[in-house]
């Protein structure tokens, strides 16, 4: 057998990162903070996480055959999809609305655009915003933390029957007889009544709160460590943090007992998980330097005007989404300059 | 095809290339009423079709409203054809359009005073329809009587039938009803998204995806079956 040398260009040494790679290492980033929603919310939360993770898996592999895309179910992104969703819901969200979310954001947010690449938007949050429209009622019904009894009962709202309305929960948590709980999450308490939670419970995540939004600890230490395996752009939480923080901070030193400090800003919703881990989609993200930075800033600005100043008590979803769209439109902007070309100029033709 | 160009009276304007009667046929009516479905194949009148289509009984009053205005403008319209002086056939069209909305208007108003509230402006804003405007520029200005009547039928009941298709979904989703009357227990859960301006565009969304769908479809099974007698020759 002759021997062959192959000659290339360089890069001679390359990394074998593919994209089910990536993106089976995002799962296993995720999968602490799913297992910390289970243990505080217990199997209510299990079976959300499972349901929104299936329907995602089927309706991508459905509409991968349907397009004749072959199977693309291995690259492990349709996982994240559900996941991500399933965190970003209520602990106590019935099942089949769980399972609307995850078809619609597969669906509508990532096959309607040809899959996995050409998405505009992150598909959890595509989702996530439909049920927000659809069933504003059910998504803002919110389940105490670390409720006794909780690996052995499911919360009653989780077993609706398809297309019904959620099974009332209140008498179920006026039995729990939980001290202190009063309906209410973090964010509208500070909202609707100006009392702020203390910054240790909203930072180890012993609160209620969407399934896997509560431990910013938590979320910061696996988001971190994301980073330090170069899977995500560390610009963009860092920006977005940055953003909520510098534009809370003036409103907050003006009248503190109104307005919500800036660590109260970034410990509390779902701000934490939303910068490490959906602000931070590869595809949705605009792929300059500069541009992430404009990108991250732009939607923790807009989190924080949301929230003081708009209707809902979080915005963090709809700022990414808005960030996302404007996402082309800032790449194009921050095109780094050709090496050699004159400012002002156009770069010759290749 | 009968050929009749000393239709036209007006001396100062040469007949146009398509201005040629056809005979009245099943497909006259046909036409407008599928192959050639003002929302869904000619993408026209999308304003109410969005709009007024958030239950079953606006978009019928709407789709029904808009045929009954088709009807008497095309066959208007066909009549004074010859008289119209093509200059001013534009304001000519619009002036007869605007004559039977304010009619419609009045009735439903004295009809239902409730469908008239829920419809709102749209009533008057079928004066702006492109499809009403369209017909009477491409069809009931060249046509006959007849054919002209028979066609807007089957347009306005084309664009009839594209409204209820987005509207008996959007209320089935979004109240759990059809024309008012509750098919699910009362437990049921409205998808309030289906009542809102984005459901009108989810829904008409998914309608073109499926009929599109069933075109590729259809296409790809012609092309199938012509390449196989291909081989087969």
Same mark, same amino acid.
């Given at each position: 057998m002759p021997k062959i040398i192959e000659i290339r260009t360089s890069p001679h040494l390359k990394r074998a990162?593919? +994209?089910?790679?990536?993106?089976? #290492?995002?799962?296993? !980033?995720?999968?602490?903070? =799913?297992?910390?929603?289970v243990w505080q919310f217990g199997l209510s939360v299990l079976l959300l996480l499972l349901t929104t993770t299936g329907a995602a898996v089927a309706t991508e592999w459905f509409f991968a055959r349907a397009s004749g895309r072959g199977n693309t179910v291995a690259d492990w992104s349709a996982v994240i999809t559900g996941l991500l969703l399933g965190l970003t819901l209520p602990p106590g969200f019935p099942l089949w609305m769980a399972a609307v979310a995850a078809f619609v954001g597969i669906a509508l947010g990532k096959a309607l655009f040809g899959g996995l690449g050409y998405n505009v938007m992150n598909p959890a949050l595509v989702g996530r915003a439909f049920v927000q429209a659809?069933?504003? +009622?059910?998504?803002?019904?919110? #389940?105490?933390?670390? !409720?006794?009894g909780r690996? =052995?009962?499911?919360?009653?709202?989780?077993?609706?029957?398809?297309?019904?309305?959620?099974?009332?929960?209140?008498?179920w948590i006026a039995g729990l007889n939980m001290d202190g709980w009063s309906g209410a999450t973090p964010l509208a308490m500070q909202k609707f009544q100006h009392i702020e939670t203390p910054i240790t419970e909203t930072f180890t995540g012993l609160i209620a709160g969407s399934a896997g939004e509560t431990s910013a600890l938590l979320i910061l230490i696996c988001g971190l460590w994301l980073a330090w395996q170069r899977m995500l752009d560390w610009r963009i939480p860092a920006s977005v943090m940055a953003g909520a923080a510098l534009t809370a901070l003036p409103f907050w030193l003006m009248d503190p007992?109104?307005?919500?400090?800036?660590?109260?800003?970034?410990?509390?919703?779902?701000?934490?998980?939303a910068a490490w881990f959906m602000a931070s989609d590869m595809v949705a993200s605009p792929v300059t330097a500069r541009g992430v930075i404009i990108y991250g800033l732009f939607i923790g600005v807009l989190t924080v005007v949301i929230r003081l100043f708009g209707g809902l008590v979080e915005g963090v979803m709809y700022a990414i989404l808005l960030g996302n769209a404007i996402g082309p439109l800032i790449s194009?902007?921050?095109?780094?300059?050709?090496?050699?070309?004159?400012?002002?100029?156009?770069?010759?033709?290749? | 095809m009968a050929e009749a160009s000393n239709q036209s009276t007006s001396t100062s304007s040469p007949a146009p290339l398509f201005d040629r009667e056809e005979p009245l046929t099943a497909d006259t009516f046909i036409r407008g009423l599928w192959e050639e479905n003002p929302v869904f194949v000619m993408m026209l009148g999308m304003c109410p079709a969005l709009a007024v289509t958030n239950s079953t009984i606006n978009a019928l009053g709407m789709g029904l409203s808009t045929t009954f205005v088709l009807i008497c403008s095309g066959a208007?319209?066909?009549?004074?054809?010859?008289?119209?002086?093509?200059?001013?056939r534009i304001a000519s069209y619009i002036v007869i359009i605007a004559t039977f909305v304010t009619v419609v208007d009045y009735l439903i108003q004295a009809i239902s005073l409730e469908l008239y509230a829920a419809l709102g402006a749209f009533i008057q804003l079928i004066v702006v329809n492109c499809i009403i405007l369209g017909r009477a520029e491409a069809y009931a200005s060249k046509q006959r009587l007849l054919p002209t009547i028979v066609n807007s039928l089957g347009t306005g009941l084309g664009f009839t039938l594209a409204l209820l298709s987005l509207g008996t979904v959007r209320e089935l989703l979004g109240n759990g009803s059809i024309l008012g009357v509750q098919l699910f227990s009362d437990n049921f859960q409205g998808w309030v998204i289906m009542i809102l301006p984005p459901g009108g565009f989810f829904v008409l969304g998914a309608w073109l995806l499926f009929f599109n769908w069933r075109r590729l479809r259809k296409e790809r099974r012609m092309t199938e079956q012509t390449g196989v007698i291909a081989n087969a020759v």
């Open positions: 990162v593919s +994209v089910d790679r990536i993106m089976r #290492t995002v799962v296993l !980033a995720l999968l602490p903070i =799913a297992a910390f929603a659809a069933f504003p +009622v059910a998504i803002t019904t919110w #389940t105490p933390a670390f !409720a006794p690996f =052995a009962e499911l919360i009653p709202s989780t077993l609706t029957l398809p297309f019904m309305q959620p099974i009332p929960v209140a008498d007992s109104l307005y919500p400090s800036p660590w109260f800003v970034l410990c509390s919703g779902g701000l934490m998980l194009d902007w921050t095109q780094p300059r050709v090496y050699g070309s004159v400012k002002g100029k156009q770069p010759p033709a290749h | 208007l319209v066909s009549w004074l054809r010859n008289w119209i002086p093509k200059q001013v």
